[in-house]
């Protein structure tokens, strides 16, 4: 079975992380949707919001699963018997930091392999940290999110 991870801090999950998942649960047997902790990060959400959300957004992908990872993406993707990690790339910057994620990644597991989706043209913009920085200025942001995540946004920010 090709199983492939495709982890996030998904705070929020954007329109083009969906995209990503869609694209990918068409190449891959089973795609397990990684939401991860970030202590860099002030998040918008819970961790458990973020899984119930996630969960909510992709629940008619029939070959994708939400999973909480704590630890090294690589590891987990181990653990759930995974072959790739799937990245999305919106440009240069992206590529740089994820290529050095994916050298680190080598080291630790040499036979899981990453692989990345460039952003649609439509989702080549959108960043979950500029929406949360334009949810901080009373921008609608809904139309760049998954319906469950735009709903429970504008109920808490914009009601």
Do not use: Q
């Amino acid at each position: 079975m090709k199983t492939a991870v495709f982890p996030g801090s998904f705070d929020p999950m954007t329109n083009g992380h969906l995209d990503i998942v869609n694209r990918a649960s068409e190449l891959f047997d089973k795609v397990y949707v990684a939401v991860g902790i970030n202590s860099s990060k002030t998040p918008l959400f819970t961790v458990e919001e973020r899984l119930e959300l996630v969960k909510e957004s992709v629940k008619d992908i029939v070959n994708v699963e939400v999973c909480l990872v704590r630890g090294l993406v690589v590891s987990h993707a181990k653990d759930l018997g995974a072959k790739w990690i799937i990245k999305g790339l919106r440009d240069e910057e992206d590529f740089r930091y994820e290529s050095d994620l994916e050298r680190n990644n080598k080291f630790i597991e040499k036979d899981i392999e990453t692989i990345y989706f460039s952003a649609s043209r439509e989702n080549i913009s959108t960043r979950s940290s500029s929406i949360k920085e334009f949810i901080k200025y009373g921008v609608d942001v809904t139309e760049f999110l998954p319906k469950p995540f735009a709903t429970v946004i504008k109920e808490r920010f914009f009601s």
